[in-house]
Structure formats: structure tokens, C-alpha cells
């Protein structure tokens, strides 16, 4: 375990003093028993949409917790994972003063957040395995480094860090170490929510627009110890989790086997595209894939990129990452939309 790690000391002072927003529906939670609701200056006439949705989500959090395995209380929902990775930042990083760790290529919002916030964004490549280097990132590391972003499955190189080098973080950093895991449900490592209990500066983020094909309704989830969750649930916008948004969830999580079978196959069609893709003159290296898509270095990114353009066919190009020269990457689609890729990579080999 972390010798010390210290939250109180980590949260940013004025999120500290600050009390949070008291809507009409955390006033009166007593919902069931009462009739009538003249607090919200709600228009009264019913449409099913009239009603401010509830602030904490109780039956979709119920409905995850059950599902998961977590209690409610370390539970946190966003408006897709991006508002549950500001909410961090907003939690524990000073303007000016702190700064945090990404280990790029890696999603590119950790960067955006930091620039937004105005924290420095200490860059530790990953070395050329696409591993972390553990030596750089405790080099870096300074008194005012709040997070490490650790995105596993990794997006875009699509494989997941060794599990010993994330724990040795989670042991050795008095930060957070911030999990992102968009994509652990294509993973065939488990989820570090299960270790939540033996790691209190553990944050795990999940979200339901990738696996869970709902990436319209923007509902994101974060899964912490009960204290994380509940600085974050103080600054949280009242009603950040529309209606429609959780309803529409609740109905996704009420048939998690329709979820696997979509899982299932995406990973088959995943082997079979891999396949291919080793087999195509154009193409040097197929990264192996820990995820829903494929990472590839082909001979001339930008041109193959457009060339697929002209085929109809959106991939997206990421030679301008460090460690991806070259690189294309290939979310893994229908068999119909692989078969289509596939063969627009033959085609222009050959020209
Ligand atoms: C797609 C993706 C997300 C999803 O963000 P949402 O805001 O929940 O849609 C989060 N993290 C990574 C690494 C992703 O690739």
C-alpha cells in the first residue's frame, strides 16, 4: 500500500471550503411519499420530460452497482468519461502550481484537460514496446504532481501495460493514479476496480460509449473510495446526467448478454482483421490489440490514409503521435465494414 498518501492534502483548498449547489431534489429526497412538487419551478403539465432528472442517479447506480460488483457509494457518473476526467482535475489541481503525468501516445484529452486548467502536463514517453517507463515517471514526479494517466487498454497503440508496472505506481505515487479503462471490455486483463480496496489514490474510469455502443447518450462512470467520490460529487454540475441519458442506459444495462454478443463478435472480427492486415504488401507492422481497434504501420501514412478516403472508407491517422510514425488506426467494425476495409487496402497496393 501507499505508505502516504494523504487525499485532504491533495484537494485543492477551495474545493475544500467550497458547498456545493443544493438543487430543489437534494432538498427533498423523500420522493416517493410526496404528490406534489411546486420547488423547481418545473412547468407542471407532464410530458415525461417536464421533471428535473435525479441529481444522483440512484436506480442507474444501482443498476451498476449490481452489475459490477461495487457499492453505490464509489460510484460517480459524468457526462461521458471526458466530464468525469475534468472533475478530477478540478478536484486536485491548482492553476499554475500543479502538474500531472501522461505517458504519450496516449488519449489526448489528458493533455487538453491539463491545458485547459492550466497544469503543466509532464510528457514521459512510453518506450519503444509501448510500455511504461517506470524510471522516467518517478523522475518526473514532483511534490506538486497530482495525477498519473494510465489509459489501459491504450489508446492508440492498443495494448495494456504490464500489471505489475501499474501496481508499482499505484504502491510508490502519492498522487492518483487515474485508470482510464474505455475499453477493458474488450480486454482480456481484468478491470482494477477489483482492487480498489487496496488502493485509496486508485481512480478507475469506465464509460458506456465504446463496448456498450452508447456513445450518444455520453454517460461516463467513475469508480473510487467512497471519499474521492464524494469531493467529486461536490462539484459536480446538479443534474449532469440528463433524463433521457439515464434511461436509456438503465435499458442498455438491463440486457448486459445482448452487450457480450456484441463484445464477442466484435473480437472475433478483430482476429479475423488482424489476420488480414499482416497479410497486405502495404503494411509492416499490425500491432497486437488489446482493444476494439488496430493499430498498423504502413509504409506512407498520409497517403494511404487519403487514398482510403477516396474509398469511402474514415480510419484515422495517427503518424503525428510520438512512437506512431506511420501509423493508421482501424476501429474494428462489422464483418461487412472489415471485408469493405480489407479489400480497399488490397486494391491500393496494387496501384
Ligand atoms: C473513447 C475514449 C473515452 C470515452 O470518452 P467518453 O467521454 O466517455 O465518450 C475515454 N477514454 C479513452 C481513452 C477513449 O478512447
Redesign the pocket.
Known sequence: MTTDFNLNELVRDNVKAMKPYSSARDEFKAIDGAQVFLDANENPFENGLNRYPDPQQGQLKAALSKLKNIAVEHILL????????DLIFRAFCEPNKDNIISVPP??G?YGVLANLNAIENREIPLDPDFELDLDNISRATSTHTKLIFI?AP??PTANTFAPNAIENLLKTFNGIVVI?E??IDFSKHKSWTSRLEDFPNLIV?Q????AYGM?GI???ICYASAEIIAILNKIKPPYNINELTQQKALERLSHPEKVTEEIQKILKQRTWLISKLKQNTIIETVYPSDANFVLAKVDDANKRYDQLITQGIVVRNRSNQPGCENCLRFTVGTQFENIKLVKALEDIAVI
Open positions: 459524468g457526462n461521458g468519461s471526458d466530464e468525469v476526467l496516449t488519449y484529452m489509459c491504450n489508446n482510464d474505455a475499453y474510469t464509460t458506456l460509449s465504446k456513445a455520453r454517460l461516463g
